[in-house]
C-alpha cells in the first residue's frame, strides 16, 4: 500500500544551521504530500504541501519540492531557529487516506 | 479558523471496559480521520470516513471501531479496552487534500 518513510531522529543542530529532513514516498498513483510539524504541548498543523510533480511547497522559510523520479520530498531549511524545535512528520494522501511517516525530533540550540 | 474538537484531553480507564472518544468539526468536512501516535512508531491511521454512514479500515483498526452519524461527528469505540490501547489518539478532518487536527485525548489503560 502506500506509505512514506522519512529520515529518523533525532536531530539536533545550532542556531543558523541548515536543515534537511529526508522523506520517500510509495504510491501506486499520484499523491499529494505534506509536512506537518508537531511544537511541544500543540496539536499537528500543516506546514507545507505539493499536490503535484514538481511542485515547490513553502511557508516560514520551509521548503520541499515534490520529485517523482526519486519519490521523495526533502524538507529544507537554510537557517534554524530555536523556535523551529519540533517533531516532523511527512505524509501522503491518495484518494481519501492519509498515511504518515514516524516522524523526526529536530532540536535547535541556541 | 477550522476548529476540531476533541471531547477529552486525558482519560484513563480500566481493562476491559468499553470507552468512547468522541470527536466534532465545524467546518463542514466530509473527511474525517482517527489516529494514534506512539513515540516511534508516528502515527497511524485506524480508520477514517468519507462521508455520514460511511467508514473505511486504516492499517490498524483491530479492537477498535467507529461510528458516523452526523457529519460533524466522529466517534471512536474500543470495544473492550487493553492496556496495548495506551496511546495519544489523535482526530482529523479535512476537505480536499489538508486534514486538520484535533490537540489528541491520551489515553491511559490501566
Known amino acids: 500500500g502506500d506509505s512514506v518513510t522519512q529520515m529518523e531522529g533525532p536531530v539536533t543542530l545550532s542556531e543558523e544551521a541548515f536543515l534537511t529532513i529526508n522523506c520517500t514516498y510509495t504510491?501506486?498513483?499520484?499523491?499529494?504530500l505534506f509536512w506537518y510539524v508537531q511544537y511541544p504541548g500543540e496539536g499537528l498543523q500543516l506546514l507545507l504541501k505539493?499536490?503535484?510533480?514538481?511542485d515547490k511547497g513553502s511557508n516560514k522559510g520551509f521548503e520541499a519540492t515534490y520529485r517523482k523520479e526519486t519519490t521523495s520530498f526533502h524538507l529544507e531549511k537554510g537557517s534554524v531557529q530555536v523556535s523551529d524545535s519540533a517533531v516532523y512528520f511527512c505524509?501522503?494522501?491518495?484518494?481519501?487516506?492519509?498515511?504518515f511517516g514516524a516522524g523526526t525530533t529536530v532540536t535547535v540550540r541556541a | 479558523d477550522v476548529k476540531v474538537t476533541q471531547s477529552s484531553r486525558y482519560l484513563v480507564k480500566r481493562t476491559g471496559e468499553k470507552v468512547f472518544l468522541e470527536c466534532v468539526q465545524d467546518?463542514?468536512?466530509?473527511?474525517m480521520f482517527w489516529y494514534r501516535q506512539d513515540p516511534g512508531l508516528g502515527l497511524r491511521l485506524i480508520y477514517f470516513?468519507?462521508?455520514?454512514?460511511?467508514?473505511e479500515k486504516g492499517d490498524i483498526p483491530e479492537g477498535y471501531s467507529v461510528s458516523r452519524e452526523k457529519k460533524e461527528r466522529f466517534s471512536l469505540i474500543l470495544e473492550s479496552a487493553s492496556t496495548n490501547q495506551t496511546s495519544m489518539y489523535l482526530c482529523?478532518?479535512?476537505?480536499?487534500?489538508?486534514?486538520?487536527f484535533g490537540q489528541g485525548t491520551r489515553l491511559t489503560v490501566v
Open positions: 470516513s468519507y462521508d455520514v454512514k460511511m467508514k
Open positions: 505524509a501522503l494522501r491518495y484518494d481519501y487516506k492519509l498515511s
Open positions: 505539493a499536490t503535484k510533480a514538481d
Open positions: 504510491a501506486t498513483g499520484y499523491p499529494s
Open positions: 467546518m463542514d468536512h466530509e473527511n
Open positions: 482529523a478532518s479535512g476537505r480536499g487534500t489538508e486534514a486538520f
